[in-house]
């Protein structure tokens, strides 16, 4: 393991996560990885080192929009993300909470990708080491969903694909537009 990877040397370098993702990241998944790191640079999102080990924030007007994290040590305390090499974690606010954007939204399809991102509540938070607070109740864009954990409420597509990473793109947009006031 090259020692961009380890957390001393990113503390010390913050290094870029360009970097890091070919000793990370599955290699038939690298290409998508690269892929979607280069799009957030192109639409000003650029990853910035998160201060936590193979953690990564894209910002937009000075707040986080997602984050793109790599497996690391600490993914092995949480069952849900064995077998997983990278995941992008949604910080959209105007979207979720504001419902900014829903006609675009529902007439795109893409509340199937914010869908997808939710899961139950296991009552493991973080395999024991986070407090667990129970699931919830909510509604998104015409679905309930019960027993929900409340860590989901910002979506995370673990080693999503490309069509994954197409909704994902336009769920950004949509946030960024908010963000912007357009």
């Known amino acids: 393991?090259?020692?961009?990877?380890?957390?001393?040397?990113?503390?010390?370098?913050?290094?870029?996560?360009?970097?890091?993702i070919p000793?990370?990241?599955a290699d038939d998944k690298q290409q998508i990885a690269l892929d979607f790191v280069a799009w957030l640079r192109e639409n000003k999102m650029s990853p910035g080192w998160s201060g936590v080990h193979n953690a990564w924030d894209a910002k937009?007007?000075?707040?986080?929009?997602?984050?793109?994290?790599?497996?690391?040590s600490g993914w092995d305390a949480?069952?849900?993300l064995h077998g997983f090499t990278w995941n992008i974690k949604l910080y959209c606010p105007h979207i979720y909470n504001n419902g900014y954007g829903a006609e675009i939204i529902?007439?795109?399809?893409?509340?199937?990708?914010?869908?997808?991102?939710?899961?139950?509540?296991?009552?493991?938070?973080l395999g024991g080491t986070k407090p667990c607070?129970?699931?919830?109740?909510?509604?998104?864009?015409?679905?309930?969903?019960?027993?929900?954990?409340?860590?989901?409420?910002?979506?995370?597509?673990?080693?999503?694909d490309?069509?994954?990473?197409?909704?994902?793109?336009?769920?950004?947009?949509?946030?960024?537009?908010?963000?912007?006031?357009?």
């Open 1 to 20: 393991m090259a020692e961009v990877t380890t957390l001393q040397f990113q503390r010390e370098n913050k290094p870029k996560i360009e970097d890091v």
């Open 23 to 25: 000793y990370v990241v």
């Open 60 to 72: 937009c007007k000075s707040k986080t929009i997602c984050k793109v994290s790599l497996r690391n």
């Open 78 to 80: 949480n069952k849900r």
């Open 106 to 125: 529902i007439n795109e399809g893409l509340q199937s990708i914010i869908w997808h991102g939710l899961y139950k509540c296991t009552h493991d938070c």
């Open 133 to 160: 607070i129970g699931g919830n109740n909510y509604t998104f864009y015409g679905r309930e969903f019960t027993s929900t954990c409340p860590h989901s409420l910002y979506p995370a597509f673990l080693d999503p």
């Open 162 to 182: 490309e069509d994954m990473l197409n909704g994902v793109r336009e769920l950004l947009k949509i946030e960024k537009q908010a963000r912007m006031g357009k």
